[in-house]
């Protein structure tokens, strides 16, 4: 098992910038990637940012790409997603996730809010 436990969500201006971190403990060598997906009222779940753990190659939506930028801290088993030029849209609850496509293993932590209004 994988806990997963975010932070850094909270209320930003348009255009502002906010920075989620997510810890990771317990049986990380099972995985090998991280990322975050957010879901907004109504909508479904989507990837935001992902990094695999080998290499650190990344991949981002359409959407939040050349704004997001996820990183990883491998010492402190962390991943962060440092989210610039925030818009009305990006709006949602954030969820930190960690798998393995191999193993077919899926974590969730339980979410931290953005809210971007002014």
């Known amino acids: 098992q994988v806990q997963l436990v975010e932070s850094g969500g909270g209320l930003v201006q348009p255009g502002g910038s906010l920075t989620l971190s997510c810890v990771a403990s317990?049986?990380?060598?099972?995985?090998?990637?991280m990322g975050w997906y957010r879901q907004a009222p109504g909508e479904q779940r989507e990837l935001v940012a992902l990094?695999?753990?080998?290499?650190?190659?990344?991949k981002y939506a359409d959407s939040v790409k050349g704004r997001f930028t996820i990183s990883r801290d491998k010492d402190k088993n962390t991943e962060g997603l440092q989210m610039n030029n925030l818009k009305p849209e990006d709006a949602a609850v954030y969820y930190c996730?960690?798998?393995?496509?191999?193993?077919?293993?899926?974590?969730w932590g339980k979410g931290t809010l953005v809210t971007v209004s002014s």
């Open positions: 990094i695999f753990i080998s290499g650190d190659n990344t």
């Open positions: 317990g049986s990380i060598f099972s995985i090998n990637l």
């Open positions: 996730h960690a798998g393995s496509a191999m193993y077919g293993l899926n974590y």
